[in-house]
């Protein structure tokens, strides 16, 4: 059984696939079995064929170069750009999370490293029905994981990402740390944003990723320490 990670970020669309194809790519470029996996992706593109693509996977795939199908590392793909619960409803097709765990466990069986990325934030719903109420903090917290974060690097991080973090631990969530992304060097907002993070909540931010960035400025040896 190996390790694993998970990445959330403070919002959809910060970055979290960009930031885990460069951790998934480090790991395997030092010669260790680093892999992906997603619950629920939304907002998935359909091919030539008609058939949904699923487009995070796909990408750290490429840029990792795992040598396994994408449609492997996706349990459920939707077509609607909206949160998985709702997407979920207007497919009726709801996320069972046996299968989840089924897929998650099978996956960090084959890898040794595995990075599991979220859907939006840390507050996505996944499961909103008669049935049951699922969001993606419980479903971190049902597979025991920790967490980290990507967070923008400018102007509005400090509140999304402090009410990350507090939310986090709030529900009892261990955080292995911060990942700045977009970040501009000497920008004295950008260098105080990290600073006021570290000082408000006692998180750190591990690695800076500039727009562009095609290697993660961090030692295999710090990454490696973040999965449990
Ligand atoms: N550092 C970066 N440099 C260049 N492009 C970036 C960078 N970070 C993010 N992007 C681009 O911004 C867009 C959103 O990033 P990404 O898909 O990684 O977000 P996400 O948090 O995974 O979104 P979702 O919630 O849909 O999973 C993508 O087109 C991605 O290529
Ligand atoms: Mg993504």
């Known amino acids: 059984m190996g390790k694993a990670l998970f990445i959330t970020g403070t919002g959809t669309d910060i970055g979290k696939t960009y930031v885990t194809a460069l951790i998934v790519k480090k790991l395997r470029d030092a010669g260790l079995n680093g892999g992906y996996y997603k619950a629920a992706l939304s907002g998935a593109v359909r091919d030539e064929g008609g058939e949904l693509q699923p487009g995070d996977a796909l990408y750290v795939k490429k840029v990792a170069g795992i040598g396994e199908e994408a449609s492997n590392l996706v349990s459920y793909i939707y077509e609607e750009a909206v949160s998985p619960h709702l997407a979920a409803k207007i497919n009726r097709e709801p996320i069972n999370f046996?299968?989840?765990?089924?897929?998650?466990?099978?996956?960090?069986?084959?890898?040794?490293?595995?990075?599991?990325?979220g859907s939006g934030g840390i507050i996505c719903p996944l499961r909103w029905d008669e049935s049951q109420h699922m969001v993606l903090d419980d479903l971190v917290k049902h597979l025991n994981l920790g967490v980290l974060i990507v967070a923008d690097a400018g102007l509005g991080t400090i509140n999304s990402a402090v009410l990350t973090i507090e939310?986090?631990?709030?529900?009892?969530?261990?955080?292995?740390?911060?990942?700045?992304?977009?970040?501009?060097?000497?920008?004295?907002?950008?260098?105080?944003?990290?600073?006021?993070?570290?000082?408000?909540?006692?998180?750190?931010?591990?690695?800076?990723?500039?727009?562009?960035?095609?290697?993660?400025?961090?030692?295999?040896?710090?990454?490696?320490?973040?999965?449990?």
């Open 167 to 228: 939310h986090l631990r709030a529900r009892g969530i261990p955080i292995r740390g911060i990942v700045f992304n977009n970040y501009l060097p000497q920008d004295i907002m950008q260098e105080d944003n990290a600073r006021m993070i570290e000082e408000m909540t006692g998180v750190k931010v591990l690695a800076y990723v500039k727009k562009g960035d095609r290697d993660l400025d961090i030692r295999v040896e710090v990454l490696k320490g973040l999965y449990e």
């Open 98 to 117: 046996g299968r989840v765990e089924t897929d998650y466990r099978r996956a960090k069986e084959k890898y040794e490293y595995l990075t599991m990325e």
